[in-house]
Every structure is written in C-alpha cells, then in structure tokens.
C-alpha cells in the first residue's frame, strides 16, 4: 500500500507558476513510476506527465510540454510538478499516482492521491 498526499495547489494568475507536491508514505515510494494526472469540469482525466522509477525516463502530453516538469526525490518520498505559463485553461484537480511500470506510458496506476485544486484566473 502507498499513501500519496498532494499539496501546493492555489489560485494564480495565468501566467504565474505552481509547484505542486506528492508526499508518499508505506511502500517504497522509489519502486514506482509516477504520474501527475489532472480532471477539468465536465472533462476527462488526463495524464499529463510521468517519471520512471530513477526518474530517468519522462513523459510528457503536448499540451504541457515545456510548460511542466516533472520530477522526484526518492530520498524524501516526494514527486514534484513544477508548472509555469499557467493558463486558465489549466485550471483543474490534480492528481498523482503511482503504478509498477514506466511503460506503456498507460499502464495501470495502483495508488491515487485526493487532488488538490489548481485554479488559474485570466
């Protein structure tokens, strides 16, 4: 079992920056891949970003490209999502997630934070 706890959500101006946490806790945290995830009202979850297990292999999807970094510190049990540029568009609960592989980039997540809020205003 891993327990993951998101924090650093808030409201910004679009075009600030966000750093957002992962904070793990029971299983070793560095055994895992993760992924930052993010639902939209009235939309889809969609995954945005992923860092293998070493944090040697990333993905990211298009839209977040250059604007997203993803990265851990297996050390500190912490996943991390620096966003910049943000766009009211971005707005949206974010999650992480941990699953057993890097890929496919869609294997299955086994263990999902709550979400924390991300609203960027115009």
């Known amino acids: 079992q891993v327990r993951l706890v998101e924090s650093g959500g808030g409201l910004v101006q679009a075009g600030g920056s966000l750093r957002l946490s992962c904070a793990a806790s029971?299983?070793?945290?560095?055994?895992?891949?993760l992924g930052w995830f993010r639902r939209a009202p009235g939309k889809e979850r969609e995954l945005l970003a992923k860092?293998?297990?070493?944090?040697?292999?990333?993905y990211y999807v298009d839209s977040v490209k250059g604007r997203f970094t993803i990265s851990r510190d297996n050390a500190e049990n912490t996943g991390y999502l620096q966003m910049s540029s943000l766009k009211p568009e971005d707005t949206a609960v974010y999650y992480c997630?941990?699953?057993?592989?890097?890929?496919?980039?869609?294997?299955?997540?086994?263990?999902w934070g709550q979400g924390t809020q991300v609203t960027v205003s115009s």
């Open positions: 860092i293998s297990w070493n944090g040697g292999d990333v």
């Open positions: 029971g299983r070793a945290f560095s055994n895992y891949a």
């Open positions: 997630a941990t699953g057993a592989s890097f890929r496919p980039i869609t294997s299955r997540y086994d263990y």
